[in-house]
């Protein structure tokens, strides 16, 4: 749903309209089942419509309002090339948040947000510039045939690992224009950062 709204801001910036969600869009993604009632939120009540088989149904058009507001913010950063950090650690959404990004040709953090992310940059970069030295080493195979089994693959899983974690923001310059959290509750690290940086 959030893949297809993203492609049609981007593709509406040559007619200058964004498509709308509809009603029925949402009711099809079934964006109106909430949690099961007795876990809820107190401060999400207000949200709630009903209740039906022990579960919340949430208010469609208080959704399509907040959509609304968030994709005029979205298409206001992309129209002036604003970089967009893709945040979604859950194994649930992790494909769905690199895919975006990745399309967008935005960034992502999808497996593990390391704390200082985003705080303490200098560190992240370090590990950025590790990263390339391992890939550099790898493809120089004057260098990498002196090695031996073990040593290649502890090389090989270290890269992997940096892959992992930092892959998704290694062409980063640090503080991006927009972070779209995908859990503010698994994610908290990265919303707490983004909120003492001023990134919306």
């Known amino acids: 749903m959030v893949n297809q709204e ?70 206001n950063i992309v129209q002036r090339n604003g970089e967009i950090l893709f945040v979604g650690t859950k194994k649930q959404c992790s494909d769905v948040v690199k895919e975006l990004a990745i399309l967008n040709n935005n960034y992502y953090v999808n497996k593990r947000w390391l704390g200082g992310t985003l705080t303490n940059w200098k560190t992240i970069s370090n590990s950025i510039k590790r990263l390339e030295e391992i890939e550099l080493f790898l493809q120089n195979n004057d260098q990498s045939k002196n090695l031996s089994k073990k040593e290649l693959l502890d090389i090989s899983r270290e890269k992997q690992k940096l892959e992992l974690n930092i892959g998704g923001i290694r062409s980063l310059n640090g503080k991006p224009d927009l972070i779209i959290v995908f859990d503010v509750i698994k994610d908290k690290i990265a919303v707490r950062e983004a909120t003492k940086l001023n990134i919306p």
Do not use: C
Request: proline content about 1%; hydrophobic content about 30%; overall charge negative.
């Open 6 to 75: 993203l492609e049609r801001s981007s593709n509406s910036q040559k007619d200058k309209s964004m498509q709308k969600i509809t009603k029925e869009d949402l009711l099809n993604s079934g964006a109106h089942f909430g949690h099961v009632s007795s876990k809820t939120d107190p401060n999400f009540k207000d949200f709630v419509v009903t209740q039906k088989n022990g579960i919340d149904i949430i208010n469609l058009d208080d959704t399509l309002e907040g959509l609304d507001k968030a994709l005029n913010f979205i298409s």
